[in-house]
């Protein structure tokens, strides 16, 4: 039973983030620009790349 709500949460969070993605990628295309989704994702690439490289395992 617990594994259920785990997978249950983990879905809903993937289909929120899908969500949240779509909402602030299309504020950007009307806001600013085409090219601006690509460049936001990039740069949130390379600054999640850089904290998971940082992280050291405990144990």
Do not use: H, K
């Amino acid at each position: 039973m617990r594994l259920e709500q785990i997978g249950g949460l983990l879905v809903t969070v993937c289909n929120v983030a899908i969500a949240v993605g779509a909402v602030v990628g299309g504020v950007l295309v009307d806001g600013v620009s085409a090219s601006t989704p690509v460049l936001v994702g990039g740069v949130t690439s390379i600054a999640g790349a850089a904290v998971l490289g940082t992280l050291r395992r405990q144990g």
